[in-house]
């Protein structure tokens, strides 16, 4: 087992304790040798409750396995809310830059990776993020959090109409939570020209999120200039991960690893 890293190893900002659940961590996944490589920080689903643990190490062996190292991000989930986690998963993009060397990491070659309400937690650090300030207190603060790639499967993007995932969104934003934080994170209104390059997947008949949440942030996308490839699969259900067991959805992970390529993250 890789060794977890604290975020914060002088105290979590925000915490409510200091158990385990209060101390969000990164695991990661390195390659050996001495060249460079792209790493991807992966954000498993489980409605902003919990974190599906199959979407967690499997996802970062596979990406090991096509040359690109990985960080499990183990962000805090519900009764934290907003903006705790996007804290998280900002944070994690900034150590990762800030260890680059350490880690023979590419620090302009830096992805998230989401399922589900992750995938939402990605979707948010491909937008909602901040550049690097030369300013700030410390070398990890000093770093953008701008992600260079995101890899959005099956993900919760919208928190407004027929098609929100409404547990997220309570467990996010509250019980009755800000229209006005409804509407900010529902991240097909956070797209601008400054996204970066996005896959997307998604199947059309997942019962717990509906498709079209891919789809408006698919649509976002284009209406901003931003690269995207969107895959929709006939049938599957909700939370596949790799989806060893679905011959056909299984494809996601070939079809990803040849846009890693493409876009210049994986040899």
């Known amino acids: 087992m890789a060794e977890k890293l604290f975020l914060w190893p002088d105290g979590t900002p925000g915490a409510l304790g200091d158990e385990s659940e209060d101390r969000p961590t990164l695991t990661p996944y390195l390659l050996e040798g001495e060249s460079l490589s792209a790493c991807v920080i992966v954000c498993p689903g489980g409605g902003y409750a919990r974190r599906a643990p199959h979407e967690s190490e499997p996802i970062a062996r596979w990406l090991n396995s096509v040359g690109i190292a990985a960080c499990v991000l183990d962000y805090r989930v519900a009764p934290y809310r907003h903006p705790q986690p996007l804290h998280d998963v900002q944070r994690a993009v900034r150590i990762v830059r800030q260890r680059a060397q350490e880690w023979r990491i590419d620090p302009q070659r830096v992805g998230v990776l989401g399922f589900s309400a992750g995938g939402h937690l990605a979707a948010s650090a491909a937008t909602l993020f901040d550049a690097s300030d030369p300013s700030a207190t410390g070398a990890v603060a000093r770093q953008s959090s701008r992600p260079d790639a995101a890899i959005l499967c099956y993900p919760v993007i919208t928190f407004s109409g027929a098609f929100a995932h409404s547990g997220s969104c309570k467990n996010l934003l509250g019980e009755t939570p ?79 690893a040849n846009w890693l390529r493409e876009i210049g993250f994986a040899g």
């Open 178 to 256: 800000d229209p006005e934080n409804m509407h900010k994170l529902s991240m097909e209104n956070a797209v601008t020209a400054q996204t970066p390059p996005v896959f997307l997947w998604h199947t059309s008949d997942d019962t717990a999120v509906p498709v079209e949440n891919a789809l408006v942030f698919a649509q976002a996308l284009r209406r901003h200039g931003v690269k995207y490839e969107l895959h929709v699969f006939p049938t599957g259900r909700h939370g596949l991960g790799l989806a060893e067991d679905q011959p056909a959805v299984r494809q996601w992970t070939e079809l990803c």
